[in-house]
């Protein structure tokens, strides 16, 4: 039976958690409200409505669902302004293409928003239309809820459990966990060995191009 890969986006396949970690910093100080940006780091990956309310909570901010707004839309607008320091991550397109090339299914599904999800895909030379790419806009609950991920691999006519899930956060791993798919961590985000192991992971990588010299580990070969 054949195997397939569910990648997440920011911190996996494109270099921009950091760029994320400045942008929801901004939000919050419009807000009138301080977090240090180790704290705000920790939660990158979440789905975007959770991740406010998140740091709403630690700050002890007023969680309601008009300032859960602004603080995104705060988010969304520092982010653009940042959208061209961002690069893909090394070796992202051509562990993708080495995919295709093995006929081996893949994905992408990210908790970014469809606007910054597009920009990364032409970041990445992926043609939108071609690409099979799931946001958290098409799921109920974002990581780490699995649904994402779950849905994801039904579109790619996979059983869960022969699907490794491809993330660099804390998130995408215990997402990956509680649907009994493989968690393979990646360094990208800044994020240690221990802790994305503790999380799930069953393999951890440098980077996308540190996991494209090693896919033989992961028997990802269809038979």
């Known amino acids: 039976m054949k195997s397939a890969f569910i990648f997440d986006l920011d911190g996996t396949l494109i270099d921009s958690v950091y760029q994320h970690v400045i942008a929801w910093s901004e939000a919050l100080t419009s807000e009138g409200l301080s977090l240090p940006v180790s704290k705000i780091h920790r939660k990158i990956g979440m789905s975007g409505e959770l991740f406010a309310k998140q740091l709403l909570r630690e700050i002890g901010g007023d969680i309601d669902l ?57 970041k990445l030379g992926l043609d939108s239309s071609q690409t099979m790419v799931l946001t958290g806009d098409d799921v109920e609950h974002g990581k780490p809820e699995p649904d994402l991920f779950l849905a994801t691999a039904e579109r790619l006519g996979v059983p869960i459990e022969r699907v490794y899930i491809v993330g660099d ?53 269809p038979k």
């Open 66 to 122: 008009e300032r859960v707004k602004r603080v995104k839309k705060g988010q969304s607008e520092a982010f653009d302004r940042l959208n061209g320091q961002i690069q893909p991550l090394p070796g992202a397109r051509a562990l993708l293409l080495a995919l295709t090339g093995a006929q081996i299914p893949w994905a992408i599904a990210t908790s970014g928003s469809p606007e910054a999800t597009s920009s990364s895909l032409e």
């Open 169 to 221: 956060s804390v998130w995408d791993l215990l997402g990956a966990r509680r649907c009994h798919a493989l968690g393979v961590g990646l360094r990208s985000g800044g994020v240690g060995d221990e802790e994305l192991q503790r999380a799930g992971a069953i393999r951890v990588y440098e980077d996308p191009a540190d996991l494209l010299d090693h896919l033989d580990e992961l028997a990802t070969h």
